[in-house]
């Protein structure tokens, strides 16, 4: 008869459920693979094999009881984590959603928006666009692969034991959530500066011609323009986007290694 001690059962169980939190916490955050399309019960297999794959190559402090408070600690600050390395490559996806929004302002197509499954809120037509163009791009990089890649390195970073997370960590977050401004802008700043330029020719043209009507013709003369410019300008977008995931890759390696000393 197979004896088994509390010790090994705890050690069993310390193996496999911290880092089970903290896959499961960035399968849950990170783009693409927090789709709404994707059934949670792959997700929850996703994390369970890469846990298994993971498991017996980690160093992990089977000293603290699972069911004690520190072992409920430790396992908040996987979480915690996770969510915060999915949440940082998120910050990506924001910044071309938001240049989205600006240009369907521009276009005046901020009206024309319907509801997202995969931010569970009503998304506008060209920031829906984008956000589709991102994901085929993220996935064109290996960006998925990279991302799990990111997560599997995060455990020599960030060992699975009590830690002191620090506040320089959060600090990378931050920045990353100022670059959702910056980046969202310099994204849309063409068709920005396109439909600039067409919205004071109309208001010339309405001062030299006041009989005519531009209203009338305004709109669908900024929408034809702007799709014409999109159209020009999508292609160029790609390499941006590229940039763009890879600064966040990087942010998440200084996340986990400035999070804990």
Same mark, same amino acid.
């Given at each position: 008869?197979?004896?088994?001690?509390?010790? $090994?059962?705890?050690?069993?169980?310390?193996?496999?459920?911290? +880092?089970?939190? !903290?896959?499961?916490?960035?399968?849950?955050?990170?783009?693409?693979?927090? @789709?709404?399309?994707? +059934?949670?019960?792959?997700?929850?297999?996703?994390?369970?094999?890469?846990?298994?794959?993971?498991? &017996?190559?980690?160093?992990?402090?089977?000293?603290? +009881?699972?069911?004690?408070?520190?072992? /409920?600690?430790?396992?908040?600050?996987?979480?915690?984590?996770?969510?915060?390395?999915?949440?940082?490559? !998120?910050?990506?996806?924001?910044?071309?959603?938001?240049?989205?929004?600006?240009?369907?302002?521009?276009?005046?197509?901020?009206?024309?928006?319907?509801?997202? &499954?995969?931010?569970?809120?009503?998304?506008?037509?060209?920031?829906?666009? /984008?956000?589709?163009?991102?994901?085929?791009?993220?996935?064109?990089?290996?960006?998925?692969?990279?991302?799990?890649?990111?997560?599997?390195?995060?455990?020599?970073?960030?060992?699975?034991? &009590?830690?002191?997370? $620090?506040?320089?960590?959060?600090?990378?977050?931050? @920045?990353?959530?100022?670059?959702?401004?910056?980046?969202?802008?310099?994204?849309?700043?063409?068709?920005?500066?396109?439909?600039?330029?067409?919205? %004071?020719? /109309?208001?010339?043209?309405?001062?030299?011609?006041? $009989?005519?009507?531009?209203?009338?013709?305004?709109? &669908?003369?900024?929408?034809?323009?702007?799709?014409?410019? /999109?159209?020009?300008?999508?292609?160029?977008? %790609?390499?941006?986007?590229?940039?763009?995931?890879?600064?966040?890759?990087?942010?998440?390696?200084?996340?986990?290694?400035?999070?804990? !000393?």
């Amino acid at each position: 008869m197979l004896a088994v001690s509390d010790a $090994q059962l705890n050690a069993w169980l310390a193996q496999f459920l911290w +880092p089970l939190a !903290r896959i499961l916490a960035v399968l849950a955050t990170a783009p693409l693979f927090n @789709e709404s399309a994707i +059934p949670r019960l792959t997700k929850i297999g996703l994390a369970v094999m890469m846990t298994v794959a993971l498991a &017996p190559a980690l160093s992990v402090d089977t000293r603290v +009881p699972v069911a004690s408070l520190d072992g /409920l600690l430790i396992l908040a600050q996987q979480i915690i984590v996770g969510i915060a390395m999915g949440f940082t490559m !998120r910050l990506a996806f924001a910044a071309v959603q938001m240049a989205g929004e600006l240009v369907g302002l521009q276009m005046g197509l901020s009206f024309a928006t319907f509801f997202d &499954p995969g931010t569970g809120a009503n998304t506008a037509v060209i920031s829906r666009l /984008l956000n589709v163009l991102a994901v085929l791009v993220f996935i064109g990089v290996d960006g998925h692969l990279m991302m799990l890649a990111a997560l599997a390195l995060s455990f020599e970073a960030i060992p699975l034991a &009590p830690l002191s997370l $620090q506040i320089d960590g959060w600090g990378v977050v931050i @920045e990353q959530g100022a670059m959702v401004f910056t980046s969202g802008v310099l994204l849309a700043l063409p068709m920005i500066a396109a439909l600039l330029a067409i919205n %004071l020719a /109309l208001g010339i043209l309405n001062r030299s011609a006041p $009989q005519l009507s531009v209203f009338s013709v305004g709109f &669908p003369i900024s929408l034809s323009v702007g799709l014409i410019v /999109l159209v020009v300008v999508l292609p160029n977008t %790609l390499p941006f986007m590229e940039t763009l995931f890879r600064d966040s890759f990087s942010a998440i390696s200084r996340f986990a290694q400035v999070i804990v !000393r």
